[in-house]
């Protein structure tokens, strides 16, 4: 799938993961394409993107000015768990 538009009524969020593919492995992957440097909420992000369409792998893939590119696995639990604090964190300031 590209530009898949995805969302947990659950959680009350939505989001649009940019490629839903198979890993190299053959199991179903999360793809987010970066451009630019890498940022540390890359991962939480994904996390988020995760909780939303399921896969259990996903990875970031930062598209360099020459044509290059980087691909970035992110497998560790945790960020679930810091993108469900931010989530509640962010939801408190607005209240």
Request: hydrophobic share 30%.
């Amino acid at each position: 799938y590209i530009e898949r538009r995805v969302q947990h009524d659950g959680l009350g969020v939505r989001g649009r993961v940019d490629r839903i593919c198979r890993s190299l492995f053959g199991s179903p992957a999360i793809l987010d394409l970066k451009f630019g440097a890498r940022q540390k909420f890359h991962k939480y992000q994904l996390a988020g993107y995760n909780r939303l369409c399921p896969t259990g792998a996903r990875y970031c893939v930062y598209l360099k000015p020459n044509g290059r590119y980087e691909l970035i696995p992110h497998s560790d639990p945790r960020d679930d768990r810091v993108f469900i604090s931010d989530l509640e964190n962010v939801r408190k300031q607005l209240v």
